[in-house]
C-alpha cells in the first residue's frame, strides 16, 4: 500500500505562484508514475502533468505548459507541483496521484483510472 499527503495550495492573485507538496509513504519503490489532477466544481476531474519516476521524463496539459513544473525529491519521497503566473481558470481542488503499473504517463495524459493512489485534495483558488 501507498499513502499520499498533500500540502500547500490556497488563494493567491492571478499571475501568482503556489507550490504543492505530496509525501508518499509505504512501498514506495514499487511506484511507476505519480500526477498531479485538478477538478473545478461542475467538471470533470483532469490531468495537470505527470511523471515517470525512474527516469524523471515529464507531460503537461497544454493549459499548463510553461508555467507549470512537475518534480520529486526521491530523497523524500515527495512530488512537488510548482505552478507560477497562475490564471482564474487554474481555481480548483488539485490532487496527487500514484501507481506502480506500467504506462506511457510521461507520453501522454493518463485517464484517473490508471492511477491506483490518491492524495487527499488541496485548493488552489485564483482571483482576478
Known amino acids: 500500500q501507498v499513502q499520499l499527503v498533500q500540502s500547500g495550495g490556497g488563494s493567491v492573485q492571478a499571475g501568482g505562484s503556489l507550490r504543492l507538496s505530496c509525501a508518499a509513504s509505504?512501498?514506495?519503490?514499487?511506484?511507476?508514475?505519480m500526477a498531479w489532477f485538478r477538478q473545478a466544481p461542475g467538471k470533470e476531474r483532469e490531468g495537470v502533468a505527470a511523471?515517470?519516476?525512474?527516469?524523471?521524463?515529464?507531460y503537461y496539459a497544454d493549459s499548463v505548459k510553461g508555467r507549470f513544473t512537475i518534480s520529486q525529491d526521491n530523497a523524500k519521497n515527495t512530488l512537488y507541483l510548482q505552478m507560477n503566473s497562475l490564471k482564474p481558470e487554474d481555481t480548483a481542488m488539485y490532487y496527487c496521484?500514484?501507481?506502480?503499473?506500467?504506462?506511457?504517463?510521461?507520453?501522454?495524459?493518463?485517464?484517473?483510472?490508471?492511477?491506483?493512489?490518491w492524495g487527499q485534495g488541496t485548493q488552489v483558488t485564483v482571483s482576478s
Open positions: 496521484a500514484a501507481d506502480y503499473r506500467r504506462s506511457r504517463c510521461d507520453q501522454e495524459l493518463l485517464p484517473q483510472e490508471a492511477y491506483n493512489y
Open positions: 511523471i515517470y519516476i525512474a527516469g524523471g521524463s515529464t
Open positions: 509505504g512501498y514506495t519503490y514499487s511506484l511507476y508514475c
